[in-house]
């Protein structure tokens, strides 16, 4: 059966502005302190898998790469669902996320995923404060991102290939983070670098 999900995604990551990895280029792609964390918000519009209907969900996925590049993969990571979520509505986002049917977390998940941890559902509550979003997922971390601008106030903004294509964006604006990570099962972390767009994904 068919799928489809779009939304706003918020990324954010513990290397300095800008992460390499959106050049897409393997030898641009070295983390600043030799290994990368993330953590990545998906907060879903519309949305539909095998009949179900996703949209207004909120999914949270945080890998750990031990670097040095990107493509040297054995990540960790875990997914993070909303407790509001249904049965099935698990069931499909878990699905999606982590490759299993498809689209642009199937190249992730397949190349770069080591060990998936179990996925947690938990509280995921949304907070917008002018241009600040801030995701927070239970007692684990934050999602915390904060539109880039100059002194003229103009934003910057990404376009094209590499992770940005790779992810199902056209574009996304820099947006800065400063969030903390503190899942027990996961390396502890902060973030600095971040950006935000919209994805469409299908399969």
């Not at 918000?41 to 750990?64: K, Q, S, Y």
């Not at 997922?137 to 106030?153: A, F, H, T």
């Amino acid at each position: 059966m068919s799928w489809r999900v779009m939304g706003q995604y918020i990324e954010t990551c513990s290397c300095n502005m800008l992460c390499p990895c959106y050049f897409g280029v393997q030898e641009l792609m070295i983390m600043d302190q030799g290994w990368c964390a993330t953590a990545l918000a998906f907060r879903i519009r519309e949305g539909n898998a095998d009949g179900v209907d996703l949209g207004g969900r909120t999914v949270v996925w945080a890998p750990v790469f031990p670097g040095p590049t990107l493509f040297d993969g054995n990540a960790t990571a875990r997914l993070y669902l909303e407790d509001g979520a249904s049965a099935d509505q698990r069931r499909e986002l878990e699905g999606i996320f982590q490759g299993q049917k498809g689209g642009p977390m199937a190249a992730l998940g397949a190349a770069l995923i080591s060990n998936w941890l179990p996925t947690q559902t938990t509280d995921i509550a949304v907070k917008e404060e002018g241009e600040t979003i801030t995701v927070t997922v239970g007692n684990v971390g934050e999602v915390r991102s904060s539109l880039l601008r100059d002194p003229q106030g103009l934003s910057f903004e990404l376009r094209g290939g590499g992770f940005v294509a790779g992810m199902g964006l056209e574009s996304v604006d820099l947006a800065p983070s400063a969030s903390k990570w503190s899942d027990p099962d996961l390396r502890p972390f902060e973030t600095r670098s971040g950006a935000r767009g919209i994805f469409t994904w299908s399969g």
